[in-house]
């Protein structure tokens, strides 16, 4: 777990959009997407409407940390450190806890 103080100094990041980007890369790969819906028991029909409920972004960015190569592909792909999804994760939880 991130210290409070290391969020603090974190580069200004949008959390959400990191998260709508990881959504987007999960969508955009068809084993991603797959293990996605299995994991969350989701439709592909029904994503658009989970997306609005609270934790769903936090839930897509645990999902891309929880799996290592996941991670790294993403991280590539946006040219976002790997620390920063984690970040991101963090305000996206802080958000849904308030």
Do not use: K, S, Y
Not at 53 to 76: I, K, N, R, S, Y
């Amino acid at each position: 777990m991130l210290e409070l103080r290391t969020l603090r100094r974190a580069p200004d990041i949008d959390a959400e959009a990191v998260a709508i980007d990881a959504l987007a890369f999960i969508a955009g790969d068809q084993e991603l997407l797959g293990r996605f819906l299995d994991l969350t028991g989701l439709r592909a029909d029904e994503i658009r409407a989970a997306a609005g409920q609270p934790g769903f972004l936090v839930g897509v960015l645990d999902f891309v940390l929880a799996h290592e190569p996941t991670l790294v592909t993403f991280c590539q792909n946006t040219a976002t450190e790997p620390e920063m999804i984690q970040i991101a994760r963090d305000r996206l939880d802080g958000a849904t806890a308030r």
